[in-house]
C-alpha cells in the first residue's frame, strides 16, 4: 500500500479472523497491521511495489541437517521508484517470521520496531525479474548480478536467509556453518530513496555462481534444489551442470 504521502507501507491482512473492509475516514482497511517504512526524500517516487514468497516445502524435524524453519520464509519485497532521477528498484528481504510476531499488536508498526534487526534492505546491483515470479523458495532468493570485466557469460548471486545453520553454529554444534555469511549492516544513505539513512541487518549467506556457456540477457529462476536459467536465445531445454545450492 502507500500512505497519505506516497511513501510504501506493507498491510498484513488476516482473512482467518477478520473481516476486512473499508471505514469512512479514508484510511483503507483499519483492521490490518500496517508496516511502516521511513519517510521518502523529497525528490523520491514509489512507481510500482511487488511482493515475492513461495514458502515451499518444510521438514519439521530439526535434526535434518539441511533443514529450514518450519514456520519461516522469506518475503521478497521489491519497491520500484524514481530518486535522485533514476530509476531505482529497492529490494527488501523480510522474513516471514518477523510479520507474524507483530500481528497480534497495534494497528501501525513503526520502522524502526520491526525492520532493522529482522529484515535486509539492499540495492541489488542487477534487480530482480520484474516478469518472472519463481525467483525465491523457502529462504533462498537468486538474482543476476554483473558479469566481471573482458568476461562473457551469465552471473547469479544466491542468498540464503535460513537462520538455523547460523544459531546452529554459535551453539557450537557439530553442523557446519555456511560459507559467505554476512552479518554486516546494509546503509541505504539518506537521499538514496528516504530523508534519512536506513539500517538493516538480517544474517544471510550468499555467493555468486558464473555460467560462461550462457549470454548476459538471460532470467534466474529456483525451486528447492535446482536452478533454472531462461535464456531466450536458446529454443531447447539443457542440463549443464550441477550446481549444489
Request: negative net charge; charged residues 20%.
Amino acid at each position: 500500500m502507500m500512505d497519505e504521502y506516497g511513501g510504501p507501507v506493507l498491510a498484513a491482512f488476516n482473512f482467518r479472523d477478520a473481516w476486512i473492509e473499508e471505514d469512512d475516514d479514508d484510511i483503507p482497511f483499519p483492521n490490518t497491521v500496517k508496516f511502516t517504512y521511513p519517510d521518502l526524500d523529497d525528490g523520491a517516487f514509489i512507481n510500482d511495489i511487488d511482493i515475492r514468497c513461495d514458502p515451499g516445502a518444510f521438514s519439521q524435524g530439526d535434526g535434518v541437517p539441511f533443514s529450514q524453519s518450519f514456520k519461516d520464509f522469506i518475503i521478497v519485497v521489491n519497491i520500484w521508484l524514481i530518486a535522485e532521477e533514476a530509476f531505482k528498484c529497492l529490494t527488501h528481504f523480510i522474513p516471514s517470521s518477523c510479520i507474524l510476531e507483530h500481528c497480534t499488536a497495534s494497528n501501525i508498526i513503526p520502522w524502526t520496531n520491526w525492520a532493522p534487526k529482522k529484515t535486509r534492505l539492499v540495492f541489488p546491483t542487477l534487480h530482480p525479474s520484474d516478469i518472472w515470479v519463481c525467483y525465491v523458495h523457502g529462504t533462498k532468493v537468486v538474482i543476476p548480478e554483473p558479469v566481471s570485466d573482458n568476461k562473457n557469460g551469465y552471473s547469479l548471486r544466491v542468498y540464503d536467509f535460513n537462520q538455523l545453520p547460523f544459531r546452529r553454529g554459535a551453539q557450537g554444534t557439530k553442523v557446519e556453518a555456511p560459507s559467505g555469511i554476512d552479518k554486516s549492516t546494509t546503509v541505504i544513505n539518506g537521499g538514496a530513496a528516504f530523508e534519512g539513512d536506513a539500517m538493516t541487518r538480517l544474517p544471510f549467506s550468499s555467493h555468486v555462481i558464473y555460467l560462461e556457456d550462457s549470454h548476459d540477457h538471460c532470467s534466474v529462476l529456483c525451486s528447492e534444489d535446482q536452478i533454472v536459467v531462461v535464456d531466450v536465445s536458446i529454443l531447447h531445454y539443457r542440463t549443464s551442470r550441477t550446481i549444489h545450492i
